[in-house]
């Protein structure tokens, strides 16, 4: 006796070799033996074999007309015998009920399953629609498979044009535009990236880096609405000839610096911020466009600002113009340069001339300062300013070395980036020139200065602080933002609120209408101020702003890597110098460019290595090369990081580590010893360059 039977969802054919019970010892045709329960059995029969009733089956099984069986099976449940029965106008044979049963199992959308061998046809209704599911996927199957050859062939499909983007960054995995180029990356053994720039989806890998970056944080595009620019309420004109110090390609010109002599002897120092808060105000449509974006996003080349280029140019301190700023005036002794008063206020300040690193920083030096040399314009408010920021700088560094910190390494370079129609030229400049040292020292004193009359008049800021904090070295000395005043150990100043840059960051525009309410107020300043102690939207805006700085500060660092990857290829550097900045851990001399180098011999700090760059990825942003040879060992005055800084070089090789590449290039820490940073970047941190806080982006 034979039975045909299903087990495990199959149905299997074989011979009867014992039965006990309710069960049978079955030889199927493999020579294979198994173990049958007789309600698993759905035919009993003694010819043909069972080799041959599952052929048999089979054939009969292709023959049979679906369309034909759904409609003989009626509304009614069945067994797979009665249909047959109906079907082949006979008892059916057995290798006709199984090919009937094949049929019927392997035909869902005709007939469900009721129970073992037992069925129902679908209605129709359900039938056509599974019918027309079944034609459509088939008729995009087709579809898929002509966008594939398009791909392969290099080609991009006009459908997939449009969707570019969204199919490399945000893909919907089921569409067939997304499967077809998936497909094709397989089968073409490369990435959706590569595949897109080979095709022209993508114009370049600098475009495909800028898309990616506009699609996650500005995904309605960079442009601006149309605005009405704001007016201001009179202000007094100031009775300085305020002068401004800038990179050649900075445009939002945010601070500005004036001298005079007092009739006492006295020396009055003015520092002048540009105003944009006496015209925006918080809650209305350009507070709206600010908010929501929170810095102004630079890169080597380009920028998007934070606010519209109309607004920026009716607030900018810009020559030849009376500007509405918010100042700070210092007294000083010229006996000792000691502060003697601070005053804060709103007023049009005359600028008389925006001055430019390229031009001056030959003639600016520490020795023409010390022998009066050198012809350029504002030259004597510039050395009044020079012999008060060196006092400046030595109380700070007496601030911070009582917080148990080393002295600030001013030795470091920092790096340029001007790209223009694709060229991109990097170029080296040392920190601590004096024109740096100035804006920085001055701006320190501002910040400083305006988050003690915030946190004296008891009105709420956005402070950056750092150090006593728990936990290991790295962790006390983390930077963070905090809406009361609290030291900032690094920079060597008991509170420290970013305020000096107010067309670029929301943080100081916020501070800014602060500080307003303060000059303002008075002591009912906590009162009309417009954000109030413990407001919880001042904690909000703390909270996006580090997201989107964070944010823009990556992207920024990742376009200055993809620049100096293009250097590479425009210079035609193969074989380049570089020094050892920590274990495998190397700096390019020429560009801010760090590498790893596995399994390199240990070499101390500083020492001066020749590479062999091998290879590098403009899409993946990666570099490989091999050591060629060691040139000279450290210099006497090779750079000394603090723990600080070591901890956070430590922090970014970690994260180099997890890196495709076998040899990688990682993100330009400046706490690795070079700055990497666009020119007005560098410049949107108030120019503090010379410490540890004032880095390109996330400073």
């Given at each position: 006796?034979?039975?045909?039977?299903?087990?495990?969802?199959?149905?299997?054919?074989?011979?009867?070799?014992?039965?006990?019970?309710?069960?049978?010892?079955?030889?199927?045709?493999?020579?294979?033996?198994?173990?049958?329960?007789?309600?698993?059995?759905?035919?009993?029969?003694?010819?043909?074999?069972?080799?041959?009733?599952?052929?048999?089956?089979?054939?009969?099984?292709?023959?049979?007309?679906?369309?034909?069986?759904?409609?003989?099976?009626?509304?009614?449940?069945?067994?797979?015998?009665?249909?047959?029965?109906?079907?082949?106008?006979?008892?059916?044979?057995?290798?006709?009920?199984?090919?009937?049963?094949?049929?019927?199992?392997?035909?869902?959308?005709?007939?469900?399953?009721?129970?073992?061998?037992?069925?129902?046809?679908?209605?129709?209704?359900?039938?056509?629609?599974?019918?027309?599911?079944?034609?459509?996927?088939?008729?995009?199957?087709?579809?898929?498979?002509?966008?594939?050859?398009?791909?392969?062939?290099?080609?991009?499909?006009?459908?997939?044009?449009?969707?570019?983007?969204?199919?490399?960054?945000?893909?919907?995995?089921?569409?067939?535009?997304?499967?077809?180029?998936?497909?094709?990356?397989?089968?073409?053994?490369?990435?959706?990236?590569?595949?897109?720039?080979?095709?022209?989806?993508?114009?370049?890998?600098?475009?495909?880096?800028?898309?990616?970056?506009?699609?996650?944080?500005?995904?309605?595009?960079?442009?601006?609405?149309?605005?009405?620019?704001?007016?201001?309420?009179?202000?007094?004109?100031?009775?300085?000839?305020?002068?401004?110090?800038?990179?050649?390609?900075?445009?939002?010109?945010?601070?500005?610096?004036?001298?005079?002599?007092?009739?006492?002897?006295?020396?009055?120092?003015?520092?002048?911020?540009?105003?944009?808060?006496?015209?925006?105000?918080?809650?209305?449509?350009?507070?709206?466009?600010?908010?929501?974006?929170?810095?102004?996003?630079?890169?080597?080349?380009?920028?998007?600002?934070?606010?519209?280029d109309e607004l920026v140019e009716a607030f900018t301190l810009a020559e030849g113009k009376n500007c509405p700023a918010l100042s700070l005036y210092a007294t000083l002794n010229p006996q000792d340069w000691s502060v003697i008063s601070t005053?804060?206020?709103?007023?049009?300040?005359?600028?008389?001339?925006?001055?430019?690193?390229?031009?001056?920083?030959?003639?600016?030096?520490?020795?023409?300062?010390?022998?009066?040399?050198?012809?350029?314009?504002?030259?004597?408010?510039?050395?009044?300013?020079?012999?008060?920021?060196?006092?400046?700088?030595?109380?700070?560094?007496?601030?911070?070395?009582?917080?148990?910190?080393?002295?600030?390494?001013?030795?470091?370079?920092?790096?340029?980036?001007?790209?223009?129609?694709?060229?991109?030229?990097?170029?080296?400049?040392?920190?601590?020139?004096?024109?740096?040292?100035?804006?920085?020292?001055?701006?320190?004193?501002?910040?400083?200065?305006?988050?003690?009359?915030?946190?004296?008049?008891?009105?709420?800021?956005?402070?950056?602080?750092?150090?006593?904090?728990?936990?290991?070295?790295?962790?006390?000395?983390?930077?963070?933002?905090?809406?009361?005043?609290?030291?900032?150990?690094?920079?060597?100043?008991?509170?420290?609120?970013?305020?000096?840059?107010?067309?670029?960051?929301?943080?100081?525009?916020?501070?800014q209408w602060q500080i307003l309410a303060c000059i303002e107020g008075g002591v009912a300043a906590p009162l009309v101020a417009p954000f109030k102690p413990r407001d919880a939207d001042l904690f909000a805006i703390v909270s996006g702003f580090?997201?989107?700085?964070?944010?823009?500060?990556?992207?920024?660092?990742?376009?200055?890597?993809?620049?100096?990857?293009?250097?590479?290829?425009?210079?035609?550097?193969?074989?380049?110098?570089?020094?050892?900045?920590?274990?495998?851990?190397?700096?390019?001399?020429?560009?801010?460019?760090?590498?790893?180098?596995?399994?390199?011999?240990?070499?101390?700090?500083?020492?001066?290595?020749?590479?062999?760059?091998?290879?590098?990825?403009?899409?993946?942003?990666?570099?490989?090369?091999?050591?060629?040879?060691?040139?000279?060992?450290?210099?006497?005055?090779?750079?000394?990081?603090?723990?600080?800084?070591?901890?956070?070089?430590?922090?970014?090789?970690?994260?180099?580590?997890?890196?495709?590449?076998?040899?990688?290039?990682?993100?330009?820490?400046?706490?690795?010893?070079?700055?990497?940073?666009?020119?007005?970047?560098?410049?949107?941190?108030?120019?503090?360059?010379?410490?540890?806080?004032?880095?390109?982006?996330?400073?």
């Open positions: 006796m034979n039975l045909f039977f299903e087990e495990s969802g199959d149905f299997k054919a074989g011979v009867v070799l014992s039965q006990q019970g309710e069960a049978y010892q079955v030889e199927l045709p493999t020579g294979k033996r198994s173990k049958v329960k007789s309600k698993d059995v759905l035919l009993q029969y003694s010819a043909p074999s069972p080799q041959e009733l599952l052929e048999e089956a089979q054939r009969i099984a292709q023959e049979i007309e679906l369309d034909f069986l759904w409609e003989v099976a009626g509304q009614e449940e069945f067994g797979f015998t009665e249909l047959g029965a109906e079907y082949f106008g006979h008892a059916p044979l057995p290798a006709e009920a199984a090919g009937l049963l094949l049929s019927l199992h392997t035909a869902p959308i005709y007939f469900y399953k009721k129970g073992r061998g037992r069925y129902k046809a679908a209605p129709e209704a359900s039938l056509r629609a599974a019918q027309a599911g079944i034609e459509k996927k088939k008729q995009q199957g087709l579809i898929q498979a002509q966008y594939v050859e398009q791909l392969k062939a290099g080609e991009l499909p006009d459908v997939m044009k449009p969707l570019v983007l969204q199919l490399l960054f945000k893909p919907d995995k089921n569409s067939i535009e997304y499967k077809a180029l998936d497909a094709a990356c397989n089968e073409l053994q490369t990435s959706p990236q590569r595949l897109m720039l080979k095709v022209g989806g993508i114009a370049s890998a600098k475009q495909l880096h800028l898309s990616k970056f506009l699609l996650e944080f500005f995904p309605k595009g960079a442009g601006f609405p149309k605005i009405t620019i704001p007016t201001v309420a009179e202000l007094p004109l100031a009775a300085v000839q305020a002068f401004s110090i800038d990179d050649v390609t900075t445009t939002e010109i945010d601070d500005a610096l004036s001298v005079q002599t007092l009739a006492d002897g006295n020396i009055r120092v003015g520092i002048h911020i540009a105003a944009p808060g006496l015209g925006i105000k918080r809650g209305d449509a350009l507070d709206a466009i600010a908010r929501q974006r929170m810095s102004t996003v630079y890169m080597p080349g380009d920028k998007i600002t934070m606010l519209p005053e804060s206020r709103a007023e049009l300040v005359p600028i008389s001339a925006n001055l430019r690193h390229n031009t001056l920083d030959e003639l600016v030096t520490e020795e023409n300062l010390a022998n009066d040399a050198g012809d350029y314009p504002h030259k004597a408010d510039i050395a009044v300013l020079w012999k008060w920021i060196q006092v400046l700088e030595q109380g700070r560094m007496a601030k911070r070395e009582s917080f148990g910190l080393r002295p600030e390494q001013n030795n470091r370079v920092d790096f340029n980036f001007y790209v223009e129609d694709d060229v991109v030229t990097i170029a080296r400049r040392k920190r601590g020139a004096p024109l740096d040292k100035i804006v920085a020292e001055l701006m320190i004193f501002a910040n400083s200065s305006w988050g003690k009359l915030m946190s004296d008049h008891g009105v709420p800021g956005i402070y950056r602080a750092q150090g006593g904090g728990s936990g290991g070295w790295a962790a006390k000395m983390q930077v963070r933002m905090v809406t009361h005043a609290a030291p900032h150990q690094g920079l060597g100043v008991d509170q420290y609120a970013w305020s000096t840059s107010p067309l670029r960051r929301y943080t100081d525009l916020v501070n580090d997201a989107a700085y964070s944010g823009y500060g990556d992207f920024q660092s990742n376009m200055e890597r993809y620049w100096c990857l293009r250097w590479l290829e425009q210079e035609q550097a193969r074989q380049v110098e570089a020094a050892v900045l920590k274990d495998e851990i190397l700096r390019l001399a020429a560009i801010p460019l760090i590498i790893k180098l596995p399994g390199m011999q240990q070499l101390a700090r500083g020492t001066q290595v020749k590479l062999d760059i091998l290879r590098w990825d403009e899409v993946d942003l990666t570099v490989e090369a091999r050591l060629l040879e060691v040139c000279a060992a450290p210099s006497a005055d090779a750079q000394q990081l603090d723990e600080a800084e070591d901890e956070e070089i430590a922090e970014e090789l970690d994260a180099a580590m997890d890196m495709p590449h076998e040899t990688v290039e990682v993100p330009t820490p400046d706490q690795a010893g070079e700055v990497g940073a666009s020119a007005e970047a560098r410049q949107s941190v108030d120019d503090e360059s010379i410490v540890q806080e004032a880095k390109p982006q996330a400073d």
